[in-house]
């Protein structure tokens, strides 16, 4: 009996291994494939990132823990100024999740974008960019958009252009500028997952927007 169950365990074990090598090997596929194939398609200097008229601002919280100011949230506020000032961009589509009542993504980065000196008029809201292939994906279905400039950091831009490039559209991106390495940390691990996933939902589970609708116009 004791020969039986350590059999069991030698076996549970190695099994586990096995999965967890074939994870690891699939999340690091999947994050070269997905760095290699947008490669050249994201851009640090406004100067020489090429003009288009909407900017699509990739929605995030705006505190951590509910007191302290998100810097991912701050400096993807920056970029998209940035971009508007420099004539890069002439309006601004902002994604992001307004799943309940108290959480609101899109208008804390419209009243951001208000403070920092963009006019009203030149921006727009999508409250349904719940995940990036949301945002992404309604950016054409539902704002009629087929080339666009995605705004988020660099690793995020990655994910969001090979998005976009498997759905057809002419993308690119501009980085905002990354936080501190400390505070970079979870959220890079937490990228290594969401690549897969993206992979998983557009090669084999082919995934669609929780919501999409009537097409609303932009208005440049």
Do not use: C
């Not at 020969?3 to 076996?11: A, G, T, V």
């Not at 921006?123 to 992404?136: E, H, P």
């Not at 080339?147 to 831009?157: A, E, K, L, V």
Request: glycine share 6%.
């Amino acid at each position: 009996m004791k020969l039986s169950l350590l059999s069991i365990l030698r076996k549970a074990m190695i099994w586990g291994s096995v999965a967890m090598l074939f994870a690891v090997l699939a999340a690091l596929l999947a994050h070269y494939w997905v760095k290699e194939s947008t490669a050249g398609l994201h851009f640090q200097d406004p100067d020489s990132i090429p003009q288009n008229d909407v900017g699509l601002l990739l929605g995030t919280n705006r505190l951590i823990n509910g007191t302290i100011l998100n810097p991912y949230f701050s400096t993807r506020i920056a970029a998209a100024i940035e971009l508007y000032e420099t004539g890069k961009i002439q309006h601004i589509l902002v994604s992001g999740d307004h799943s309940r009542l108290a959480y609101n993504e899109p208008q804390d980065m419209k009243n951001a974008l208000l403070a920092g000196g963009i006019p009203e008029a030149a921006i727009t809201l999508d409250y349904a960019g719940f995940r990036t292939l949301d945002s992404v994906v309604r950016a054409r279905e539902v704002f009629q958009q087929e080339r666009f400039t995605i705004i988020s950091q660099g690793f995020h831009n990655e994910r969001a252009l090979f998005i976009a490039k498997r759905r057809g559209l002419e993308a690119i991106a501009f980085d905002a500028d990354l936080p501190s390495i400390h505070q970079q940390s979870k959220v890079r691990w937490r990228e290594y997952l969401a690549r897969v996933k993206a992979v998983l939902d557009l090669y084999v589970l082919h995934k669609q927007p929780k919501f999409l609708g009537d097409p609303i116009a932009i208005h440049l």
